[in-house]
């Protein structure tokens, strides 16, 4: 190893407070990549090798009653590599010890032999035998939030009629890694359940023997999904059959696909904001490092080192930083995102894990790092590798100090002369007050974008839950009724008001852009489920025409006023025009609204409701459930309260989980930024500092003096990092707006007393560790020596 | 002219430091001999350490001419002075200049790795009498030893020159001739041309030749028929 790699080892070894800290400004960066990249790859990949091996199907179609003869047809479609044909039927299910309502999705399993698709994963237990009517699987998830093991029995309403189950075995499947209940909005695992049964069993109940009610079919490679889709309505139609659909419209896909989306949207607008940030102080950091070795580089010049040993020689120095940032960033972003991808994969109740190797995240953010940081070196070295080695050699010629107002006006009467100290200080080197100063704004302004999420969730429970959908409950049917049954539901104990609601699933078209969503119609002056607009007021809809989710319109690229295609896929499924009359800015799923008077001259129908919304009396909620669990139309029962607590337990937990990490790394990297600034000052400034103390002001006085610049840059730092911080929080809430989720762009005052909280304290504690430097502040050697 | 080591026509020196000029060295002619001892004595500011630097590659004057043996060395370039520096000249300063993290021997193999025909550190650390702390970081060095070892530096790559700022500034007398003591031990040993910046009136005494500076130029000269050695100087 030569002198100067020897050199250099020391200088890294002397220099550790500080080269760890600027290593932490770097770790941070690429653990965040690594962290989100990876476990969002990781994640993803789980989806996929679960997908695959457990026979995720791609279409999807449900039939009233369709004869075992037509799965052979549908099979004989061009593109359709595998079809499983099966029965599934909602029911309302009664829980021993268990007051509110709960539904289920029953679903047959083959009495020999595995499904063809949608195989089951069985975490314990057995499958039912053929023909027994009383054995059950359920999923896990159910049987975990109830404490189930095999033998509990619970109660089901089948076909109208009540049956005990006993669970025999609990299982996982592709199909329902969420589960989300009819007229729910959340994920619910205490409320919904998937139970499987002996299709021999389910046939009999339903009387549905030689026939199935549901069909998923997986395609070739390559085959056109719309095209199979076509073909399958037509097969199904005269069975009943309602508008096939892909994955995208899969429930539980979507639901995944949505939070995975979310967590690549945080991926991709994050760590790149942090890893570009870090870059950036890195190369300040690096920058005022190197030009304090201005001497060692006269030295090295004068011995006969050529320039371009010398600059080597520092890049040496500065990719060591960067490796051992490199390496703390990767090991810890790596454990991070193993821990991650393991929470994440037990919430998706996810069989196995798969954990993505990324190498190419290390190199991505290595080589970004490095050439920063060479950047800074080289830009510090630049000025010192021009001067001759005796003018290098000596400390820099005092700098031109200039009077900031006109000799007439004395400053140092106004100000005290450590403060005028400071200011002339700050007047002498605006570029690098500029660069500190925007430095710690950084440092505030990625912790603000990473604090700013859970404003938004918090803001997005109010909307949804307090201003539009403010019913308590609302009501399923399994079938669409009259609407006198909202009469009947008025009547039920503890319902204070009632409204009706009716909703058509369609197909939405213009141009070549589709999508599958629901329109839903509700009674003029609606009080309970309201549309709320973009400045938080209700909406009327209009008596006419539809009314349909801004970002529907967005991706439709439609405007009101503009006519949209509409497959009616209810009823006499005809397609019509329809003028579009508003867009409305909400928040969750894309969906249109309708008047119910308009809706039902569309469907040309009677006055029928698939739901009802209430307002119950909390004190009479028990009797409330007793009642509903008894009436035999109920498909499934929506628990608003219930709903916001899993809304809370899912998405928000989701993003603050990952929100909380990312504040993490922020603070470290604020840490690393302000520590250095303060330590890389106090090198700079140390002569004059120790002249200060052989002139007889006391520590405290010369503490005073390197404090209050710092002081000073902080809280000047404050008010752009905040600006900043909203401007990258608009980037991140931009990025994460979906067809499932929207957020406002809500930055609570809180939020930034936090984030400028957490650099002052960074700044604090480098004060502390400032201030032992200064007691310790040896005075002749100081000023002897040019170290 | 084969032995003269420098021949210095009408060098001149202009600064500028912050907002002040000052002209540092004004037309000075000057000739050094192999293998001579020069003492430059005077005031601060009259131009000793500004001709040193210039004399050792470390700055370039504002006009004039010097020649290293048959080398103009005014109108080297940055990579040339380089390699002029690393080839021919051993530099000694006040502050002795040691890289603080790395030893004595490592201060010494530091040049020695980058020079023609070096001398093995360890030796060159004997000829300073220090071969038995050479292990030692510079913090762990008294400011005598730390100035051996800077002149165990400049001459481990067997220099043509050794131009030494003010050696003994920062010492007291008696580490102060052992320093003198080495620089000239080297002189006899290694024919090493040396050129000796002092405050110091008694140095002059080891010198073949004394140069008087006052405000930029020579003022005088004067010429030593015996060398004293450093045991008999006195200050």
């Known amino acids: 190893m030569s002198t100067l790699d020897i050199k250099l080892f020391r200088d890294v070894r002397r220099l550790w407070a500080q080269v760890l800290a600027v290593a932490l400004v770097v770790g941070g960066g690429v653990a965040t990549l690594v962290l989100a990249v990876g476990s969002h790859r990781s994640l993803e990949e789980t989806r996929i090798a679960y997908y695959e091996r457990y026979g995720f199907g791609d279409v999807f179609a449900e039939a009233k009653r369709a004869p075992e003869a037509l799965a052979d047809r549908i099979g004989e479609i061009p593109g359709v590599a595998a079809v499983d044909a099966r029965i599934a039927k909602p029911a309302l299910l009664d829980i021993p010890a268990f007051s509110e309502p709960a ?52 109660s089901a309403i089948l076909n109208g009629k009540k049956r005990e189950v006993v669970i025999v075995g609990t299982a996982l499947s592709p199909e329902f890694v969420y589960t989300v209940g009819p007229g729910d909005l959340m994920p619910d ?62 429930t539980s896909h979507a639901w995944l696909d949505h939070e995975l989306d979310m967590l690549n949207n945080m991926s991709r607008t994050l760590p790149p904001i942090f890893l570009l940030v870090a870059a950036f102080l890195v190369n300040l950091t690096l920058t005022r490092l190197v030009a304090l070795e ?20 520092y890049f040496k120095f ?145 909307l949804t839950y307090f201003l539009a959908d403010r019913q308590d409950v609302t009501i399923g049917f399994a079938e669409k009724r009259i609407e006198n049954v909202v009469e009947q539901v008025n009547r039920l104990p503890g319902v204070l008001t009632a409204e009706s609601l009716r909703e058509v699933p369609v197909r939405i078209r213009h141009g070549n852009v589709e999508r599958r969503i629901t329109i839903s119609g509700r009674p003029a002056g609606a009080d309970l489920r309201r549309i709320i607009d973009a400045d938080l007021r209700p909406v009327a809809l209009p008596e006419t025409g539809l009314a349909i989710s801004a970002m529907l319109g967005h991706i439709l690229g439609v405007r ?31 969906r249109g609204m309708m008047d119910i008077e308009a809706l039902r001259k569309l469907m040309r129908e009677a006055p029928v ?100 610049e710092l002081a000073i840059l902080t809280l000047v730092a404050q008010p752009p990092g905040w600006l900043m911080g909203y401007g990258l929080a608009w980037v991140m809430k931009t990025n994460l707006a979906g067809e499932l989720m929207r957020v406002r762009l809500v930055v609570e005052h809180s939020t930034y007393v936090v984030a400028t909280s957490v650099v002052v304290l960074a700044a604090i504690a480098s004060a502390a560790v400032i201030r032992h430097r200064i007691d310790n502040l040896d005075l002749v050697a100081v000023l002897k020596t040019r170290d | 002219m084969s032995d003269t080591v420098f021949t210095a026509k009408g060098l001149t020196k202009t600064y500028v430091s912050g907002e002040v000029k000052v002209h540092a060295l004004n037309e000075v002619d000057l000739e050094i001999a192999e293998k001579e001892v020069v003492v430059l004595l005077g005031p601060s500011g009259s131009g000793k350490t500004t001709l040193l630097n210039i004399m050792g590659g470390l700055d370039r004057p504002t006009s004039g001419r010097l020649f290293f043996r048959d080398l103009d060395l005014t109108d080297l370039e940055d990579r040339e002075l380089t390699k002029y520096r690393r080839d021919h000249v051993g ?24 020079a023609k025909n070096p001398m093995r550190p360890a030796d060159a650390l004997a000829l300073v009498g220090l071969d038995e702390r050479m292990h030692h970081f510079p913090a762990q060095l008294s400011g005598g030893e730390q100035q051996r070892v800077a002149i165990a530096r400049a001459i481990a790559k067997r220099p043509a020159v050794l131009l030494c700022d003010e050696p003994t500034g920062a010492l007291d007398s008696k580490t102060g001739i052992r320093v003198i003591e080495a620089l000239l031990g080297v002189n006899r040993q290694l ?25 930029g130029r020579i003022a005088g000269v004067r010429k030593n028929e015996t060398r004293r050695e450093a045991a008999e100087l006195v200050w």
């Open chain 1, 318 to 462: 500065v990719a060591l930083i960067v490796v051992i940032g490199v390496i703390l960033g990767g090991v810890v972003g790596t454990w991070l995102g193993y821990r991650v991808t393991a929470l994440f994969g037990d919430f998706f109740h996810f069989p196995f894990l798969v954990f993505a190797k990324a190498p190419d995240l290390y190199v991505t953010a290595g080589a970004l790092s490095a050439a920063a940081a060479a950047i800074g070196a080289l830009r510090a070295l630049r000025e010192v590798v021009k001067l001759p080695p005796a003018v290098a050699m000596q400390p820099p010629a005092p700098p031109v100090y200039r009077r900031l107002l006109p000799a007439s006006v004395q400053l140092d009467q106004i100000v005290s002369r450590p403060a005028l100290m400071m200011i002339r200080n700050i007047a002498r080197h605006p570029v690098r007050a500029a660069f500190t100063t925007l430095g710690m704004a950084l440092a505030t302004a990625i912790l603000v974008v990473s604090l700013f999420t859970r404003d938004t969730m918090e803001q997005l429970i109010d």
């Open chain 1, 103 to 154: 539904s289920a999705w029953f679903v047959s399993l083959p009495d020999s032999g595995e499904p063809h698709l949608n195989r089951l994963y069985v975490r314990s237990g057995r499958l039912p035998e053929p023909g027994r009517t009383e054995e059950v699987v359920v999923n896990e998830p159910f049987a975990r939030a109830h404490g189930f093991s095999e033998g509990a029995r619970f």
């Open chain 1, 294 to 313: 201005r001497e060692q580089v006269g030295l090295l010049k004068a011995l006969g080192y050529a320039d371009s040993s010398i600059v080597l020689h």
């Open chain 1, 189 to 250: 695992d205490r409320r919904y359940a998937i139970v499987w049964m002996s299709e021999k069993a389910l046939a009999g109940v339903y009387d549905l023997d030689g026939a199935f009610s549901a069909v998923s079919v997986k395609l070739q490679p390559g085959a056109s999904e719309r095209e199979v889709i076509s073909r399958l309505d037509a097969l199904l139609d005269p069975y009943g059959g309602q508008a096939a659909h892909g994955r995208k419209d899969q």
């Open chain 2, 91 to 114: 530099f000694v300063f006040q502050f002795y200049n040691l890289v603080p993290s790395l030893t004595a021997y490592e201060n010494v193999a530091l040049v020695t790795e980058v």
């Open chain 1, 560 to 590: 009101a006023g503009n006519t949209v295609e509409v497959d009616l896929l209810e009823g006499a499924r005809r397609t019509v025009s329809m003028p579009i009359v508003a867009t409305v800015e909400d928040y969750f799923g894309i």
């Open chain 2, 191 to 215: 024919g090493t041309t040396t050129v000796i910046i002092t405050h110091n009136a008694s140095i002059q005494e080891v010198a073949d030749r004394v140069l008087f500076f006052a405000d």
């Open chain 1, 609 to 708: 409701v698939n739901s009802v919304n209430l307002s119950l009396d909390e004190n009479r909620k028990e009797d409330f459930y007793a009642a509903v669990k008894s009436m035999p139309t109920v498909g499934g029962v929506a628990l608003q309260r219930v709903s916001l607590a899993n809304f809370r337990k899912t998405v928000a937990l989701l993003v603050t989980t990952m929100a909380s990490i990312y504040t993490g790394l922020a603070a470290v990297i604020a840490f690393g930024v302000v520590y250095n600034n303060a330590r890389i000052s106090l090198s700079e400034r140390a002569r004059e500092l120790a002249s200060l103390r052989v002139l007889g002001f006391t520590r405290g006085e010369v503490l005073r003096i390197l404090l209050l």
